[in-house]
C-alpha cells in the first residue's frame, strides 16, 4: 500500500479505488431526472396542496403587507401627526406578524414531515432494488460505495424535498408580488432598480456548470472514503497482524484530504452565489436612493413610498438569495440523483422471463447441458461443461482453486446465467421459471458463513422463518450445534452480534448447517462447508449428513478428499473442464488426477504428523 503524496492527492492511486462508479459523470442538467424525482411526491400532491395554498397565500400576502403598512405609517400618520391612525397601523402590523408567524411555522413542520415520507420512501425504493441485482454487480462494486447511495446521497435530498420545493413556489410569487408593487408605486424607479436582476443571473449563470461538477467530484470522494472505511474494519485483523496500522491511517489521511479540499473546493463555489446578489442589491440601493431622492424633490413620490421601496427592495432580495441557495441544493441534489437512478436504472444480469413459471415441488434431476460460463469476456470459467445428476445421488466437485467448481454451484443456484448451454432441473430450464421458486427449494452452505445481527434462534430461523422454536433446535441437534448453544449463557437467545464475531469459525458454520437443512431444500449444496469445522465435529456432522441427505440431491465441495469417499459421483474439474467422473473405488483404480489429488493429501499429512 502506498501513501499518498500532494502530486498524487487528487486521486488515490491504489487500484481498490478505481471502480466504475467513481468517475464524475459528464452529463449536462438533466431536467429529467428532477421530473423523477417530483413523482415521489405525486402520492401525496393531494394532502399537500390546500396546506400549501393557503400557507403560502397568507404567507406572500402578509410579507407583502408589511412595507405598504410602514408606507402608510409614515405617510398619513407620522408626517401627518395623526397618532391614533399610527397605533392603529402598530397593532394592525402585529396581527399581520403573527398571521405570517403562524402560517410559516406550519408550514415548515408539514412539509418537514411530508419531506421525511418521500426520503424514506425514495430510500426504501432503493434497497429494494439493490437487493434485486444480481452477483455482478456485486463483483464490480465495493460495499462502501453502495452504502454511500443510500445513506449520504439520499440524505442530501431532505433539503429539496422538505421545504425546498415549496419555498422556490413563494420565492416566486413573493418576487412578482414585489415587482408588481414597485411598478405600480412608481414605474420608472420600478423599472430603474428591477435592471440590475438581469446582470446578477448572466454572472451567475456561468457558475453552474462548476458548483455541479464540483458537488459531483464530492459525492465521489466520499464513496471512495467509505469503501475504505468498510475494507478496513472488515480487514482489520489482516491489517494488524501485518502491523499495516501506520500505511493503512496515512493511505485514509490522504483520501481524508482530498475529500477536504474537494468539499472546500464545492462549498466556496456555493457560497459565490451571495456575495453576488449582496454586490447587485447594493447596486440596486444605489440607484433606488440617488434616483429616489430626485424624484422625493420633485415631489414625484414621498418619503413614505421611498422607504417603502427600501424596505421592497429588502425584500426583493432576499427570496432572490434564498433562490440562489436552493439552485445550490438542487445542484448537489441532482449530483446525488444522478448516483442513486444509476443503481435504480441497473438491470439484474439474472433477470426472470416474462413467461416465468413458478417451479413445482421438484425431486432433484439436473442436468448441465454444454455450459460455457465467463466472469470476464473471452476469458471462459467452464467450458462445455455437461453433467447429469439424478435425484438423490450425492456429487462431489472436486479440483484445484480455479478449476470450476463453485461457478458450477453459482449457476445451478442461478445466481448467474451461462453464456453458452442450459441448466435443466427436472426438466425446466431454470431460466424459465421464478428465481423465488428455484432458490427457495436449494440450499446452500458456503465456506464464508454469513451470520446476522441477532439471537442464534433467529440465524438459524432465517431458513425458515415461520419455524416453530422445537423445529429450529431439532435442526440444531440433527448438525450437533445444539451442545455449544446451550451452553451459551442464554442459550438460543444468545445475541451474536455483527458476523457472529461472539462465535467460532466452527461454530457460525454449524449455525449454517442447522440454518440450511431447516428450510428443508431438495437439493443440498455444501461450498466447503466443512473447512473451519474441526476432525471430531465433522465426523459428527458426516453420521448426521447421512441421514440428512438421503433423498435428496447434494452437491459437496471440499478439500478434505476424505470427507467425499462415500459420495455416489465424484467430478474431478480442471481449468472449467470435467476430466474425469466416478466414484471413489473407480476413480483410484484409475490412477488419474483425483488419484493424484489424494496421494498428494496423504503425503501431506504424513508430513504434518
Not at 501513501?3 to 471502480?19: L, Q
Not at 432433484?364 to 455450459?371: A, C, K, P, T, V
Not at 470450476?404 to 421459471?433: A, E, M, W
Not at 438459524?460 to 451442545?483: C, M, P, Q, S, Y
Request: proline share 2%.
Amino acid at each position: 500500500m502506498k501513501n499518498i503524496t500532494d502530486d498524487n492527492k487528487a486521486k488515490p492511486n491504489n487500484e481498490r479505488f478505481t471502480y466504475q462508479d467513481d468517475e464524475v459523470m459528464e452529463k449536462p442538467f438533466d431536467w429529467g431526472q428532477l421530473r423523477r424525482l417530483s413523482h415521489y411526491l405525486k402520492p401525496y400532491t393531494r394532502q399537500m396542496l390546500p396546506i400549501i395554498i393557503i400557507t403560502m397565500v397568507l404567507g406572500t400576502l402578509t410579507k407583502l403587507a408589511i412595507p405598504f403598512l410602514i408606507t402608510l405609517a409614515i405617510d398619513d400618520a407620522l408626517i401627518a401627526g395623526n397618532s391614533k391612525k399610527l397605533i392603529t397601523i402598530v397593532c394592525i402590523m402585529a396581527g399581520v406578524y403573527i398571521v405570517q408567524w403562524l402560517a410559516n411555522n406550519y408550514r415548515i413542520r408539514y412539509m418537514n414531515n411530508i419531506g421525511q415520507k418521500v426520503i424514506y420512501d425514495l430510500r426504501n425504493d432503493l434497497f429494494s432494488h439493490i437487493q434485486q441485482l444480481s452477483f455482478r454487480f456485486f463483483d464490480k462494486r465495493p460495499a462502501g460505495s453502495v452504502l454511500v447511495r443510500v445513506t449520504n446521497d439520499v440524505n442530501s435530498m431532505q433539503d429539496l424535498f422538505t421545504n425546498g420545493v415549496v419555498n422556490v413556489l413563494i420565492d416566486l410569487v413573493q418576487l412578482l408580488g414585489i415587482i408588481i408593487i414597485l411598478l405600480s408605486l412608481n414605474v420608472k424607479l420600478g423599472l430603474a432598480i428591477i435592471v440590475t436582476v438581469p446582470l446578477m443571473f448572466l454572472v451567475s449563470t456561468s457558475l453552474r456548470k462548476r458548483i455541479r461538477r464540483a458537488w459531483q467530484d464530492v459525492r465521489t470522494k466520499q464513496a471512495r472514503i467509505n469503501s475504505h472505511l468498510n475494507e478496513s474494519i472488515q480487514g482489520i485483523k489482516v491489517t494488524q497482524a501485518f502491523t499495516q496500522e501506520k500505511e493503512n491511517i496515512d493511505y485514509f489521511d490522504g483520501m481524508n484530504d482530498v475529500n477536504r479540499k474537494s468539499w472546500n473546493n464545492a462549498t466556496a463555489l456555493n457560497q459565490s452565489f451571495g456575495p453576488i446578489i449582496e454586490v447587485t442589491g447594493a447596486i440596486g440601493y444605489c440607484i433606488l436612493f440617488w434616483y429616489g431622492a430626485s424624484l422625493v424633490q420633485s415631489g414625484a413620490v414621498t418619503i413614505g413610498v421611498l422607504f417603502g421601496f427600501a424596505t421592497y427592495i429588502g425584500n426583493f432580495w432576499e427570496p432572490i438569495n434564498r433562490l440562489g441557495q436552493m439552485y445550490s441544493q438542487l445542484l448537489i441534489a441532482m449530483a446525488s440523483s444522478e448516483r442513486i437512478f444509476e443503481f435504480m436504472d441497473e438491470k439484474p444480469n439474472v433477470a426472470e422471463a416474462n413467461h416465468a413459471v413458478k417451479l413445482p415441488a421438484i425431486k432433484g434431476n439436473i442436468h448441465f447441458e454444454d455450459i460455457v460460463f465467463e466472469y470476464e469476456k473471452d476469458r471462459p470459467a467452464l467450458r462445455g461443461i455437461n453433467l447429469k445428476v439424478r435425484a438423490g445421488q450425492s456429487v462431489a466437485l472436486v479440483g484445484h482453486t480455479g478449476s470450476g467448481k463453485s461457478t458450477i454451484i453459482n449457476l445451478l443456484c442461478r445466481f448467474y446465467d451461462p453464456v453458452q448451454g442450459s441448466v435443466i432441473l427436472d426438466g425446466h430450464d431454470i431460466r424459465d421459471v421464478t428465481i423465488e421458486s428455484l432458490r427457495s427449494q436449494v440450499g446452500i452452505v458456503l465456506q464464508d458463513t454469513f451470520i446476522f445481527s441477532g439471537t442464534i434462534r433467529d440465524n438459524i430461523r432465517f431458513g425458515k422463518l415461520n419455524a416453530t422454536d422445537e423445529e429450529v433446535e431439532a435442526a440444531a441437534k440433527a448438525v450437533h450445534a445444539h451442545d455449544f448453544i446451550v451452553n451459551l449463557p442464554q442459550g438460543y437467545d444468545t445475541e451474536v452480534q455483527e458476523r457472529g464475531n461472539v462465535l467460532s469459525m466452527g461454530q457460525r458454520q454449524l449455525l449454517s448447517f442447522a440454518r440450511a437443512l431447516l428450510a428443508d431444500p431438495r437439493v443440498l449444496i455444501l461450498d466447503e462447508a466443512t473447512a473451519s469445522i474441526d476432525t471430531e465435529t465433522e465426523l459428527k456432522i458426516q453420521e448426521a449428513l447421512k441421514t440428512l441427505l438421503q433423498g435428496r440431491t447434494s452437491f459437496i465441495i471440499a478439500h478434505r478428499l476424505s470427507t467425499i469417499r462415500s459420495c455416489d459421483n465424484i467430478v474431478v474439474l480442471d481449468h472449467g473442464r470435467i476430466m474425469e467422473t466416478g466414484n471413489h473405488d473407480q476413480l483410484m483404480e484409475h490412477q488419474g488426477i483425483y488419484y493424484g489429488l489424494i496421494q498428494a493429501q496423504y503425503r501431506f499429512l504424513s508430513e504434518a504428523s
